[in-house]
């Protein structure tokens, strides 16, 4: 599993209370399971609630929040932009020491896949898989024109620009017997 050391090098890099003190950082891994399907191959998919622990932390709980959804975002971006997982994905408590410092602990469900293949030599070749990523809409200017055998089926104008991003994902291939 490699999010839990991403993780770990993120926020030490990321929250200076904890650059000067990484071992008041703690990170556990809670209830893991391994999901693989009855498929040819070997590849699986790890899930598990990644336990975040802070001791003594007397900074504030946002040098901690905002650099975990940075994480988030291009790591596990799911928990962010899915209503069911954000509703339910990110758990947190603090136990309050005094006035100036917390244990906090923050969990989070995480997957992680894992791509197995056969290489030609027979030998198998493992792999963690790439979260995707999300990328600025592409800007169509002017109006849109749709045709289907030379013959225009659909016009309108384009929308105005947006700061909205989409999820990148590979176009459907047709089977090579098509």
């Known amino acids: 599993m490699n999010k839990p050391d991403s993780l770990r090098v ?6 200076p ?12 891994i809670d209830n893991g399971k391994i999901r693989c ?3 040819a191959g070997l590849s699986f998919e790890y899930a598990y609630d990644l336990q ?3 001791t003594d932390f007397a900074g504030h709980p946002d040098s901690v929040m905002l650099p975990l959804l940075g994480w988030l975002r291009v790591n596990q971006s799911e928990l ?23 244990d ?5 469900p995480l997957t992680e896949r894992v791509i197995v293949k056969k290489q030609d030599d027979g ?23 749709v045709f289907a055998d030379g013959v225009m089926i659909a016009e309108w104008q384009s929308p105005q620009p947006t700061a909205a991003v989409a ?8 089977p090579a017997n098509e």
Do not use: C, W
């Not at 993120?10 to 929250?15: E, P, Q």
């Not at 209503?83 to 603090?94: H, P, Q, R, T, V």
């Open 167 to 174: 999820l990148a994902s590979a176009h459907p291939q047709r």
């Open 104 to 108: 906090m602990s923050l969990t989070l």
């Open 52 to 54: 975040i622990i802070l």
């Open 80 to 102: 962010l932009v899915n209503l069911d997982k954000s509703a339910e994905g990110i758990k947190f408590e603090a136990d309050v020491i005094d006035h100036s410092k917390v």
């Open 37 to 39: 399907t009855a498929a």
């Open 123 to 145: 030998t198998f070749n493992v792999k963690h898989a790439a979260e995707p990523q999300y990328t600025p809409y592409e800007q169509i200017d002017g109006p849109i024109q």
């Open 17 to 28: 209370e904890l650059k000067h003190n990484p071992d008041r950082l703690l990170i556990f």
């Open 10 to 15: 993120h926020l030490l890099a990321a929250i």
